[in-house]
């Protein structure tokens, strides 16, 4: 088979990226092995576990099923670009201080998921944070304090 | 020079210490939230390759033929590591020379002994060249029957179980008991075969420099994972440098190398280059451990006052066709139930499997369902409160061994969390209680427990004349929060504020910090940075109070108190000096020590060591459809000396949530025919998401233990499995008035 290649314009976090990309590649492979943007993770590459979760377009989307070449000329925004001057997103700073998480690794994907989910209004009462955070698998257990983070964190986003 | 304390010594001045028992935040959170953390599969050196397995689709037999020229054909493929071209290995693969030494399929010969076994590598510029040659190896098999299921072979008693326990176990006569007994009680209970499945898959990137490599790779036992790689290729340890300072999760499954993780370091070697191999998900179901099947029965006789006359647990558990891991399930009747007999037995089968392996709460969790379960039948069949029997066959010393318990404040436990929770207005008989929308709702508990052990660990602690601190070694952090409670350790034991202290880990040229498992880690790398510490202040203090020009002179060893970068005398705490001015005063930029954890002989035999909890469980059950949803969870653990209340907290609700997980979700299925396992990803093979776990609370109930170690450390990352696992099956029970005797528990079993 002969390599075939396509060029990609890429906005990710503000950035401008353009890139040569066989049609295959993944949005979540583009992010990590061409532009080194390593803090989304691969947990499962097959949109079963929430830890590739990016925002295009503002929208909470998995990385992992999307081709790189479907968000041409769209926004992208990873865990890297949700920080502002070096200040922790109020998210990103009730994760931390809620401990709602331990290893750490589904924890880009947690948070990308958490702030859709307060964006989308559905960061109402706990019990409707679970349902809209279930997409995102945490093998530890932080399921308690990632409650309670996203609480923490709606109430000042919306304050 | 250094100088080495030994282990459990207590040290030679009282520290007034202040980062021990704060609840602090994760030092490493910031990096975590911000996406920084650097995991194994992050780095990528120069001219780095990509490579992805091939694996078996077959559960036994032969690769009869692969495709070679066609994956090297594809574009980007820049080779194909079979058995033919594999770089030779220094160690047979199949060589055991003890029991921690795992045999690893290395591409060794063309035999399958499990499905996803390894069968060749793909090397390629790009993942998606190296994924694609994969798929185009297209093997031929010559496929066997596969052996499958607890009966699907010969069965025969193992000559241990898990970490060398005896495969068979008494005290008193089981058979004279229940014959004496007023009520008996016998039950079989099933559990699956489980899969650790850390978010993580494992991953490792290898660059060879001659003989040396450098190797980034998630590693729960840095130091045992180098001396396997030294031995597979024949060169020394200390040419192999490993880092591992962010763990994915662990559980267990990165305890030891892998096959997959060995074979990328042979990919690298073949073709010369540096090169990163990740498993994919459904390569985790196979060569890196999983938690067997079991079946287990237990026997109780029980005396008119519901006292037990005779505890009697077998298992049947299973192992691979060609290596030995024995899940030690029945041994968790050895700790928990007071009785003048109590019997533990195994046997096992061999199946065309991966071999198992160590996963949280390794035979504690399997156990502990059964055990709790057959308790809860116990004490219905006695008419009883099941805490009340409970409290009726309290454990005083340890059932099995006789030996005091170092501590055990589980009937604190008990109290707490039966408050909490509610417990005394529940009605004795099941399927008593509705909600408000006409749910069948259940109460049930369980007793936690699990051993507190302690490994090897050493450390390194320096003094620098600026006032700051130093503490090294290799601990590995899995999730478990290493970087805080070490810091906050380090930081006591060197008698500075936690911000003067750098704190080094994760890296295998560090002091061996042992393994991160066992729930052990905290107790023996924290004596190993605790000695360490005393190690460098009792050098620090000769120092000052040998000289006259210090404030502390003569004050002599023993009446020193270090604190906050300062020394003061124990009896006249208005005179001291910082650190800095007795090390600038001596002419030294830093001074060093060093300190070793490990367990203490002499209380190891005359203690029995265990952590203990208890858990209470609230489900609701739709009475149509038998959808079980687990409403309230309600743990009290005691578990020693708490080093972090904030991180324990989240070790509790993270096994507590494992614990529903077991009674409600994970099951990996295996198909009968093929011997393939046909859920293996993690959308059909279930682990718990947020909407699984409404409410959580784990209570932390004060422990002084003055025996486990000089710190007082038990273990907390395992117990919340146990006790929560059977509480939430006694509680089914309760709604339902349906014994659960399989899991996970099944819609169909409560509707049959």
New interface residues.
Partial sequence: MTRTTVPVHLDINGDHHELQLEPRVTLLDALRDRLGLTGTKKGCDHGQCGACTVHVDGERVLACLTLAAQVEGRTVTTIEGLAREGEMHPVQAAFLEQDAFQCGYCTPGQIMSAVACIREGHAGSDEEIREYMAGNLCRCGAYPHIVAAVRQAALEVQS | MTLELSLNQQPAHARQGSSIGQPL??R????????????A??N?PPGMLYAVLAVSSIARGRVAALDVEAAK????VVEVMTPKNRPALAADPDAKDHPFMFRLDLLQNDQVRYPNQSIAVVIAE???AATEGAALLSPRYESLPARVGLDGAESFVPRGVGIGSPAVHHKGDVEVGLKSAKTRIEATYETPAQYH?????HAIVVAWDGDRLSIDTPSQGLAMAQGRIAGLFGIAPENIHIRSP??????GSKGMISGPQVLGILAARLVGRPVKL?L??EQMYGPVGHRAPTRQTLRMGMDGEGRLTAIDHHARTASSTFDDFFEPAADASHTLYASPAIATSHDAVRLDTGTPLFMRAPGEATGSIALESAIDEAAHACGMDPLEFRLRNYAEVEPMTGKPFSSKALRECYRQAAETFGWASRPLQPRLMRDADGFLTGWGMGTATFPAIMFQAEAHAVLRADGSGLMETGAQD????AWTAFAQIAADGLGLDIDRVEFRAGSSDLPNAGIAGGSGHTATAGMAIHNAGAAVIARLADLATGNEASPLFGAGNEGVLARGGRLYRRDDESRGESYAEILTRAGLTEIEGHGKGAPDPASQETYAKHAHGAVFAEVKVDPDFGQIRVTRLVGAFAAGRVINP??V???Y??????GISFALHEEAITDRRSGRIQNA???EYH?????D????EALLVHEDDPYVNALGIKGVGEIGITGTAGAVANAVWHATGVRPRRFPIRIEDLLG
Avoid: C
Avoid at chain 2, 693 to 696: D, E, G, M, T
């Fill in positions: 935040t994760r490493d959170g910031f990096l975590k939230v911000t996406g920084a953390a650097r995991y599969a992050d990528h054909a594809h574009h980007g790009t993942l998606e499945n850390a978010m993580e898959p962010f763990l994915g999760g662990g559980f990740v994919r998900r899995m999730g478990q929060g904030r991180l907290r989240s070790q609700y993270g096994g507590m949530i494992w990803n993690l959308a682990v718990p998401v947020n909407a776990v409404p409410s959580v």
